[in-house]
């Protein structure tokens, strides 16, 4: 069995039994951030602009199995800051996999070829590796030049140690339909990944850049023209649906607590890209945050959110609704 059937039927099976226990809130992945130090600083984001007093602060191996466990969520995205950064990070890893989570580790892949002696290959563990477009692209989003030949070096040698690589993407409103249609072919063909991901850019309140990110028309635009003739082509790690929300075809309501964040400061609330708070538990945030505030027509803040962590949950619990968006998507997961 594949891990692409294997994970969907375990989510699917997950899903099910939170609906029997007439749940209606429960989560699908989370964002794990055991740190916020990274050795990049780009353009995109703005972790390491925190105080360096929170900088240099670790989440526990402890501490983050026992976030997971009480979450009970199937699946956990490993993010930062740098992962490789910790380290305790394949302790890390190792406990949530003995733990049957599937994980994701997310990098942007500097440390990669350095540290893989400490991982071995599992068939519920994935790199993730961030690719912003081509080299030029790529390294100026960064802010460094050299990163796009490291990451694409690494990734060579796990994929040929026998590690699932996949890589995640965000496109602004500097990409157009031939530059998205350039990165993708080369991780898909020339380089071979996995899976690829994908989100448009959100104008995350600390990130440097507080320019370039797509608005809700700029991405249905420009997501159409770039997936005119070639979805089918790229092997993406989305539902079906996830990839018509971003061209326009179907529109969702934002799910918040599909993609809960745990990170250093608690459980942040209400998403990974929004911190209007933060739990100790992941039970006081699930019952005490009015959810009914968030979304694109209730926060001006979301008004030009597409981005995977709120709609990718949504595209998720309305595919497993439905028969013909579940059998679409296991085809397209082949």
């Not at 353009?43 to 976030?67: F, H, M, W």
């Not at 809700?216 to 005119?228: G, L, N, P, T, Y």
């Not at 699930?286 to 995977?308: L, V």
Request: proline content about 5%; overall charge neutral.
């Amino acid at each position: 069995m594949g891990v692409d059937l294997r994970q969907s039927m375990r989510v699917g099976t997950y899903i099910a039994r939170q609906k029997l226990a007439k749940r209606d809130k429960f989560p699908l992945i989370v964002e794990l951030e055991p740190l916020f130090a990274c050795n990049l600083e780009c353009n995109g984001c703005g972790k390491i602009q925190y105080p360096t007093e929170i900088l240099r602060k670790r989440l526990s191996v402890d501490q983050a199995v026992a976030a997971i466990e009480e979450s009970g969520a199937p699946m956990v995205s490993i993010a930062g800051g740098e992962p490789l950064l910790h380290p305790e990070i394949e302790k890390m890893t190792e406990a949530l996999l003995d733990r049957k989570r599937f994980v994701y580790l997310c990098t942007n892949a500097i440390l990669l070829q350095r540290k893989l002696d400490r991982f071995q290959p599992h068939p519920a563990f994935a790199w993730v590796v961030h690719i912003d477009g081509l080299r030029e692209r790529h390294d100026s989003s960064v802010s460094r030049e050299g990163v796009f030949d490291k990451a694409v070096a690494a990734i060579k040698e796990a994929k040929a140690r026998g590690f699932r690589v996949m890589t995640n993407t965000t496109f602004f409103n500097t990409d157009s339909p031939k530059t998205i249609r350039e990165v993708l072919d080369f991780l898909n063909d020339e380089l071979g990944v996995d899976k690829m991901m994908l989100s448009p850019g959100y104008a995350y309140e600390k990130a440097p850049d507080q320019v370039h990110f797509l608005a809700v028309d700029q991405s249905r635009k420009v997501f159409q023209e770039a997936f005119a003739g070639k979805r089918k082509h790229w092997r993406f790690n989305h539902s079906p649906l996830f990839l018509d929300f971003l061209e326009g075809k179907v529109e969702f309501e934002c799910t918040p607590w599909g993609i809960p964040s745990y990170s250093v400061f608690g459980w942040q609330r209400p998403c990974y890209l929004l911190a209007d708070g933060y739990t100790e538990t992941y039970k006081e945030l699930i019952e005490t945050t009015d959810w009914s505030k968030y979304g694109r027509g209730r926060d001006p803040r979301c008004r030009n959110c597409m981005a995977h962590c709120g709609y990718e949950p949504s595209a998720v619990l309305a595919t497993t609704g439905s028969v013909r968006e579940s059998l679409r998507a296991l085809v397209s997961s082949g």
